[in-house]
């Protein structure tokens, strides 16, 4: 029988990782390098680092650990049998085949063995709203931040669990959560968040069901009613005009955001828009992008119809969400812009099973929707820009449910049914492309590979999954997730 071990308190670690600066002379010499900087005790003997502290996340001065697989997929370059790693402070310190450790290595470095690793994954698109149905108005009504907070501890652990190392989340309470995963109240991925998601009104942020005084004096950036204590502190945020664009971009940043959202198009689960037009005006979307530049964060555009694509790239938008009438004038400018495509898969695969979850108008534009998502997808595979995957995910529910957050796993092979991606082109946009969402202006972490020098963010498998990347889909296949070089999930 296997048990189940799971870490349940850590000390955190920083979001934004630094540059490496352990002097790597060669990844032969790196044990002996190991080796030399082990603490001796009394009799001069190499002390063990102890387990359970690196079990337990709490930072040892030595918080070196070996792994051994017998298969190694680096997430971007060839797949390597029998390699051997040595994670030290957080970060990759060295790789080499297992054939050329130094003998008896094991004896001195807390040493796993797994059959397949791999960098941990990213899901680059969710919503950690706290929220149990996909109606916006719930956020306003029945899921006040408390109680959304409470249920986002337990979507975060189930994340962590299933794999995913790291989230990029692109509107809801996520930068104020992803602070008690820092400080090691809570077990979770790390997260880099826009925090709200900007909308105009009227927009696909809007509130249709509710009087607009209401929505603007909770979600507007000059409210002076129910949340004018604090204003862009919530899920999603109103603004019109420049002047108000920039002033949301500003507050956002204030607030924490490592990257910005808006809306650039209509979308699905808002009642009253349509998907097909263009949200904000060329202005507005220039205003954003620039102000967040600035600051050195990029933007991540919500787009399906054909115009707001165009306009969000020609604004200078980085990534494009969705994309679901995206065509070939589209790909022209994402290749000139050098954008990244998010094509978020699984929540317009799922959502049409599910019309429950949402209104009967939103139901009516998720069915239309997903008729054209399909060929989008396989369109950008096809034409090689950049894709980075991320599901949509974002009601928190118990993970039996397919769509609740904890189920991200699917993406992957979604992309290959239904994107068209080999096994390994999925795993990259999962792993070693989903950095490049948070652009180059500051944001990024060097993560998402296993190469030296980056962050001992990894995930160990029970099965191979180029042989069937179903393997994503169930926590149970995750046997081991190290975040930052700390051991959290480990089944034995
Ligand atoms: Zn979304």
Redesign the pocket.
């Known amino acids: 029988m296997t048990r189940r071990k799971v870490i349940t308190s850590h000390t955190g670690s920083s979001t934004i990782s630094e540059p490496c600066t352990t002097d790597l002379s060669s990844i032969n010499t790196a044990t002996e390098h190991i080796f030399s900087s082990l603490p001796v005790s009394e009799d001069d003997s190499p002390q063990l680092p102890r387990l359970t502290d690196l079990q337990t996340g709490s930072s040892t001065e030595h918080d070196t650990h070996l792994i051994n697989t017998s298969l190694l997929i680096p997430g971007r370059g060839k797949p390597q049998k029998d390699m051997s790693i040595i994670i030290k402070s957080g970060k990759i310190h060295s790789i080499q085949s297992t054939s050329s450790l130094t003998e008896g290595i094991s004896k001195f470095i807390p040493t796993t063995t797994v059959p397949v690793l791999l960098p941990g994954l990213w899901d680059c698109?969710t919503?950690l709203l706290g929220a149990t149905s996909f109606n916006f108005s719930e956020l306003l009504t029945t899921s006040p931040p408390a109680l959304a907070g409470a249920r986002i501890s337990r979507n975060v652990h189930d994340i962590l669990m299933s794999g995913f190392t790291s989230v990029r989340d692109?509107?809801g309470y996520a930068i104020e959560v992803s602070k008690a995963i820092v400080e090691g109240t809570l077990v979770g991925p790390n997260i880099y968040s826009a925090g709200a998601a900007i909308s105009q009104t009227s927009g696909h942020g809007d509130i249709f069901d509710m009087p607009s005084g209401f929505v603007t004096s909770c979600l507007g950036v000059r409210d002076t009613q129910a949340n004018g204590f604090n204003p862009a502190g919530g899920p999603l945020l109103l603004a019109d005009g420049e002047d108000e664009c920039r002033r949301a971009v500003r507050l956002l940043i204030r607030r924490g955001a490592s990257c910005i959202k808006v809306f650039a198009s209509g979308g699905v689960l808002s009642i009253a828009d349509d998907p097909l037009r263009q949200q904000f005006s060329d202005a507005e979307l220039r205003t954003i992008v620039d102000e967040a530049n600035r600051a050195g964060r990029v933007v991540a555009a919500?787009c399906h119809g054909k115009n707001g694509i165009m306009a969000a790239l020609r604004a200078g938008c980085h990534t494009i969400?969705h994309g679901t009438y995206m065509d070939d004038e589209c790909i022209s400018e994402f290749k000139k812009r050098n954008a990244v495509y998010v094509p978020?898969r699984t929540v317009v695969k799922l959502g049409v099973d599910h019309p429950e979850l949402m209104s009967p108008e939103s139901y009516r534009k998720m069915l239309e929707t997903a008729k054209h998502h399909e060929s989008a997808y396989r369109l950008a595979v096809k034409s090689g820009i950049k894709i980075a995957l991320g599901t949509?995910l974002?009601i928190s529910v118990p993970t039996t449910h397919p769509m609740a957050l904890g189920n991200s796993g699917g993406e992957l092979s979604y992309a290959v049914t239904d994107g068209g991606m080999t096994a390994l082109q999925a795993i990259e946009a999962a792993t070693a492309n989903a950095p490049d969402v948070l652009g180059d202006l500051g944001m990024a972490p060097k993560s998402g590979r296993i190469e030296v020098g980056y962050d001992a963010d990894l995930i160990a498998l029970s099965k191979d999954p180029l042989e069937d990347m179903a393997v994503f889909k169930h926590p149970k296949n995750i046997t081991h997730v190290w975040k930052g070089g700390k051991l959290f999930k480990s089944l034995e």
């Open positions: 698109h919503h692109l509107g919500h969400e978020t949509d974002g």
